[in-house]
Every structure is written in structure tokens, then in C-alpha cells.
């Protein structure tokens, strides 16, 4: 008599008290599944040594043989199509077999580590391992360079809206999705582990996916530590998770950058290299808290910093000016923007967004008091071209936003609180012109929202006075316009033309001697010597 057939395993990949038993139940109600109760948890007691109010029972009547569970157990024969085997990511144990990975469809379960520490000490008392969020990752890397990158679901979807997560998670694992898979009766299953009296009270309780919490549990401040821990793991998975309808407030797709190059980059945060979508400073910051910081915009050319001292310089005398305290040396500051560099491979064609806060509060507030952490560096550099249309001009329009008076606030400094050139900017954008040119308290020409500007009138280059406007690097190095857009024509303002419409031969002329100018100057990027 033929053997009955082995069936199709899906693995459910979690960590405790992430809605893996309410799950399991669910899928316990298809009529083409039976399921498996962590498999392997005896093996894991074996190999650990971690104790458990049931340790004795569960190793006397469950095999601890964890390579032989896989082979007879797991992907033994079986009277149904699929087997659900529900695994806890900490069981998953380097002595087993390989097969445990390759063989079967798997996917995993998430939950924000905010909503199981509150409850975990039930039982056994929380920790990195206990929870086992690195091994989720762990896993989602294995089955990525297997070839097979897992379903990843959240159980706060889950909670939220059941069918349309598990209809996506069937689709995914190539299985009908079955109504009965939303309800289940009350009570234990006779599948349940010896260790269900520990840990499945709520759920023999339930008939279905309960709703979470409108307003989460207070949580228990002796795990914040924990919680620092875990959470960069749970947010890791959490960027892969299947977005549904039932999503909360589910991401619109990322728009398209400006420079593709960009969406891998190394940033500079505090004191260390960062990917970009991990480069964050804390809400405790000054340049969160009041637009506190001052900056700089840096070109590179041909492995040059060009005019980096002279950046360098306003920086310091933008901190002096607003009285920053440890303050970073310029040696310091210098060797951040050299390794931001040398990481990213940028030695030509790119921009720097230099930015310095006055750093850290110990609490929200105004007064620089408050900041005793020390101020925070941030070196931005991105692959970014001029970011104007240098070769045939662009168009201006005068905004009513007046430039900042130096009674008030002054434009000498090199500071975040951008806020009068930004409305000054939304006017040139609703006007269709590519900047905004703003005029002083008495309505006289100062700048545009981003650059300084100039005019040639019979061969002779004329500018305003720097007292409402930003004494700009490139300014007094070429009369013209700012660091990120470089040498820009104007051909149009308020919808007049200026001149023909056409580059001067003037602005040629500087264009050209400013092109020489950066082919020949600058501060040479350090480089390791190659092997």
C-alpha cells in the first residue's frame, strides 16, 4: 500500500506574542490543512538549556531530535495538501538541517515590539533573545538569497482588516483563500503545545481576530532598553510588509528622485555614517525644536572641495553669531566631510549640504540652556548637478515676501530659519518661474529666495549691497549667483525679457572663468592609498 503523500509546508515564521496561535487557528479551519505547534521548540530546550515552567513534560513527550523532526515530522506524509507549521524565529537553531529553509513556502509575522513587551513577562521574563527579532531578519535574509524573499504581514493589519490579509497572504503563497479562516470556536485544540495553559489563555477566549487597542497599554518602562533594542529590527521587516487595504495609512510609492544614484547613500549624522533612510536627528534636536543650526552648501570638482576654507570659515562665524557651545573643531568637521566622501565614492559632480545644530535639549524648549550634548554635525552630499538650466537661463518672478531686515534677523549669518525664503519660493512656484527675487524692507532689489543676483548693464556687473542679503562664497568670487546653481542666466522677469532673451556675453565670460576657476582650485580629497 502506497505511503500517504508529503504534503506542501508553509512555514510561519514569528516572534511570541505576535497573534502566531490566532493565526494558526485560521488556518486551522481550511479543510486542506492540518497544523504543527512550534515543532521545534524541543529541540530548542535541548540545544539551549533554557528552562521553562514545562520543560520536563514537553522534552519527555515531544522528540528533541531536531534534525529528525524536520525529516519525519515536518515534511512527513500527511492526509492533507498543506501543513502549517507555526515556528518561533528563536527555535530556528544553527544544528539543524538546511532543508528546514529550502524546502516549503514560508513567510513571516510581525508585530511592533511596542505591543508584546507589555504582556511577554507572563510567563518568562523578556529579552533580545526571547523575543527574536534579529533572527526574523535573520530568516528574511536566508530565504532572500535563497531566491524565495518571504511574505512579511504585520499583526496590527491583521487585526485591522483579517480578509484582506490573509486573501493577500494566500495569494502570495499560492493557496484559495477560504471564508472559514476569519472564525474559529472557543476553547483549546487538541494540536495546542504542552505549553498552552502558559501562554494561549486570551486566545481560547476568541473566536476570530480581536481588534487592537484604540489607545495602547501603559508601557513597562524597566524594558525601554529592550524596546531600543528591537525596534530597528521590527522597523527593518516592517518596510517589507504587504500593503493591503487594510493597511494603516498605507505609503504612497516613493516618488521619483531627482538623481536615481541618490537613493543609496551614506549620510553623516552626530558621529557616524548612516544609509539615508536611517539618517535622522532626535525630535530633541534645536534644528527640530526652532530651526536652530547654520550651514553650508559645498561643490566638489574633480576630487576638489572647491573653496572649502571659505565655507568653513562663514560657519564658524555663523556659530560665533549665535553663540554655540562645543562647537566641533575644524579638523574635525573637515575629516566628517573627507570620509562622507570616500564612502559614497563622490569625487566629482556632487553637492554638500553642510549643516551644524546647536545639538540636543535635555528637554523641549527654546533657550540654548537647554542644549548640553553638544552640537550635532550633518554632512549631506548627494550627486547632483547645477540645479538650474545654465545653459539657456531662467525665469524670475519679484515676490511680496520681503527680504529680512537686518534690524531683525541677520542675513550675514548662515542659519536654518529659512522661513521668509521659503514663502518667497512657494510665490515662484505658483507662478511657474524657477526662483523668486525678493526685495528689501524699502523695495529694493537683496536676492532671490536661493541665490545672490546680479546685473549687467553696458558690460559692467552690478550688485546689491550685502546688508539684506547673504554675503555669498561665490559672490565674491565671480559677482554671481550660489554654490548649488553654480553661474545662472535670468532670460525672463515678471514675464519681461530681459535683454534678447539670450545669454550675455558677459555672463559667458564668467561662466567660463568660474569653470576655470573650479577646475584649478579647491581642497584636494584625501584618499586611502590602494592596496
Excluded at 529590527?233 to 494603516?248: D, E
Aim: hydrophobic fraction near 40%.
Amino acid at each position: 500500500m502506497a505511503s500517504p503523500p508529503e504534503p506542501a509546508v508553509i512555514h510561519a515564521w514569528s516572534a511570541p506574542r505576535s497573534l502566531s496561535t490566532s493565526l494558526m487557528y485560521s488556518f486551522s479551519q481550511r479543510d486542506d490543512m492540518d497544523v504543527l505547534d512550534e515543532p521545534l521548540y524541543a529541540n530548542f530546550l535541548r540545544v539551549t538549556g533554557v528552562d521553562r515552567p514545562y520543560r520536563q513534560e514537553l522534552l519527555s513527550k515531544m522528540d528533541p531530535d531536531g534534525n529528525k523532526v524536520v525529516k519525519e515530522v515536518i515534511f512527513g506524509p500527511g492526509e492533507k495538501a498543506y501543513r502549517y507549521c507555526k515556528h518561533i524565529a528563536k527555535q530556528r537553531l544553527p544544528n539543524l538541517t538546511g532543508d528546514l529553509m529550502k524546502k516549503g513556502k514560508h513567510f513571516i509575522l510581525i508585530r511592533n515590539p511596542m505591543n508584546i513587551l507589555p504582556s511577554f513577562d507572563k510567563v518568562v521574563p523578556p529579552s533580545f533573545l526571547e523575543l527574536g527579532v534579529a533572527e526574523l531578519v535573520a530568516i528574511y535574509s536566508e530565504l532572500c538569497d535563497l531566491g524565495s524573499p518571504p511574505p512579511v504581514i504585520d499583526a496590527d493589519d491583521l487585526q485591522r482588516d483579517p480578509e484582506a490579509v490573509l486573501s493577500g497572504l494566500c495569494e502570495d503563497l499560492g493557496i484559495p483563500f477560504q471564508p472559514q479562516m476569519l472564525k474559529w470556536k472557543a476553547g483549546p485544540r487538541d494540536f495546542d503545545g504542552i505549553w498552552a495553559p502558559w501562554w494561549y489563555e486570551s486566545v481560547h477566549t476568541s473566536t476570530g481576530f480581536s481588534k487592537s487597542r484604540r489607545y495602547p497599554m501603559t508601557f513597562p518602562f524597566a524594558f525601554y532598553d529592550l524596546l531600543e533594542q528591537s525596534l530597528p529590527f521590527y522597523n527593518m521587516l516592517k518596510r517589507q510588509v504587504r500593503r493591503t487595504a487594510g493597511s494603516l495609512l498605507p505609503p504612497p510609492p516613493d516618488p521619483p528622485l531627482p538623481v536615481p544614484r541618490n537613493k543609496k547613500i551614506l549620510v553623516w549624522v552626530g558621529n557616524e555614517l548612516l544609509p539615508r533612510d536611517s539618517a535622522r536627528v532626535s525630535v530633541f534636536d534645536s534644528v527640530v525644536q526652532g530651526g536652530d543650526a547654520v550651514w553650508e552648501g559645498l561643490r566638489i570638482y574633480d576630487g576638489k572641495v572647491f573653496k572649502l576654507e571659505e565655507h568653513l570659515d562663514r560657519l564658524f562665524d555663523s556659530t560665533k553669531a549665535m553663540a554655540f557651545s562645543n562647537v566641533p573643531s575644524r579638523d574635525w568637521i573637515k575629516d566628517a566631510i573627507f570620509k562622507t566622501l570616500n564612502a559614497n565614492g563622490m569625487f566629482n559632480d556632487a553637492h554638500i549640504r553642510l549643516t551644524l545644530t546647536r545639538g540636543k535639549k535635555v528637554t523641549s524648549g527654546m533657550s540654548p540652556a537647554f542644549n548640553l550634548y553638544g552640537c550635532v554635525l550633518i554632512v549631506l552630499a548627494e550627486w547632483k548637478p547645477p540645479v538650474y538650466d545654465n545653459s539657456h537661463g531662467i525665469k524670475l518672478v519679484t515676490a511680496t515676501t520681503r527680504r529680512n531686515s537686518p534690524n531683525s534677523v541677520d542675513s550675514k549669518i548662515h542659519h536654518n530659519n529659512l522661513i521668509n525664503n521659503i514663502l518667497a519660493k512657494i510665490e515662484g512656484n505658483l507662478a511657474q518661474a524657477e526662483d523668486a527675487i525678493m526685495l528689501d524692507q524699502d523695495g529694493f532689489v537683496s536676492e532671490t529666495n536661493a541665490t545672490n543676483i546680479f546685473m549687467v548693464k553696458k558690460g559692467i556687473v552690478l550688485t546689491p549691497h550685502a546688508d539684506y542679503c547673504l554675503p555669498g562664497i561665490t559672490r565674491a568670487t565671480v559677482w554671481t549667483t550660489g554654490t548649488m546653481g553654480e553661474i545662472t542666466p535670468v532670460v525672463m522677469i515678471d514675464g519681461r525679457e530681459i535683454g534678447d532673451a539670450k545669454i550675455g556675453p558677459v555672463t559667458r565670460q564668467i561662466q567660463n572663468a568660474y569653470k576655470v576657476l573650479t577646475a584649478g582650485l579647491g581642497v584636494p580629497i584625501p584618499r586611502n592609498a590602494e592596496a
